[in-house]
T-cell receptor
Framework: DAGVIQSPRHEVTEMGQEVTLRCKPISGHDYLFWYRQTMMRGLELLIYFNNNVPIDDSGMPEDRFSAKMPNASFSTLKIQPSEPRDSAVYFC???????????FGPGTRLTVL | QKEVEQNSGPLSVPEGAIASLNCTYSDRGSQSFFWYRQYSGKSPELIMFIYSNGDKEDGRFTAQLNKASQYVSLLIRDSQPSDSATYLCAVNSGTGNQFYFGTGTSLTVIP
């Protein structure tokens, strides 16, 4: 299996622009997670889906962030408008068994100028 | 109080020594505990999980859980330079709906 795939790997944008991050989970995994990692706050769970349905989005920082999972093989995390404090590495992860053994993608490094 | 706390380190041990990494958590109802390893610039990868009090061994790695004291630890025996990484402790909340990571402990194994 190819593992979790994320794109783009790097994104540099200007404040106020819309950013869309993409994720393809491991085939057959029912759970998909979006995380954000910064030096100050570490790894934070933003939102997760089970069978394409959002289960818990309490970690989404504010309304500028939204996530969708239109089918079992694709999810997006959108930030609109982006701000410099959104600069971080965003990871997508998937699992077969809920909030347990999660497999992480390579991450997207986002820089907002 | 953070849900999961770790000493950020850095922790340095000589090659061949035992590295001991510790983690405490605040939710007494937590049931599942995980250790992830993250090399610099890479994504986290799961190395151990433990659900019951006591020790769980996997090769050079031993996870220890003490629910009464709300701590979980990871021992790495015969440490190798390739073990140099940041180790993240993660806990599934008592409700089962949330997952919290610690900020990680940086480990350096000196040849």
């Amino acid at each position: 299996d190819a593992g979790v795939i994320q794109s783009p790997r790097h994104e540099v944008t200007e404040m106020g622009q819309e950013v869309t991050l993409r994720c393809k989970p491991i085939s057959g995994h029912d759970y998909l997670f979006w995380y954000r990692q910064t030096m100050m706050r570490g790894l934070e769970l933003l939102i997760y889906f089970n069978n394409n349905v959002p289960i818990d989005d309490s970690g989404m920082p504010e309304d500028r962030f939204s996530a969708k999972m239109p089918n079992a093989s694709f999810s997006t995390l959108k930030i609109q408008p982006s701000e410099p404090r959104d600069s971080a590495v965003y990871f997508c992860a998937s699992s077969l068994a809920g909030l347990s053994e999660q497999f992480f993608g390579p991450g997207t490094r986002l820089t907002v100028l | 109080q953070k849900e999961v706390e770790q000493n950020s380190g850095p922790l340095s041990v000589p090659e061949g020594a035992i590295a001991s990494l510790n983690c405490t958590y605040s939710d007494r109802g937590s049931q599942s505990f995980f250790w992830y390893r993250q090399y610099s610039g890479k994504s986290p990868e799961l190395i151990m999980f433990i659900y019951s009090n006591g020790d769980k061994e996997d090769g050079r790695f031993t996870a220890q859980l003490n629910k009464a004291s709300q701590y979980v630890s990871l021992l790495i025996r015969d440490s190798q330079p390739s073990d140099s990484a940041t180790y993240l402790c993660a806990v599934n909340s008592g409700t089962g709906n949330q997952f919290y990571f610690g900020t990680g402990t940086s480990l350096t194994v000196i040849p």
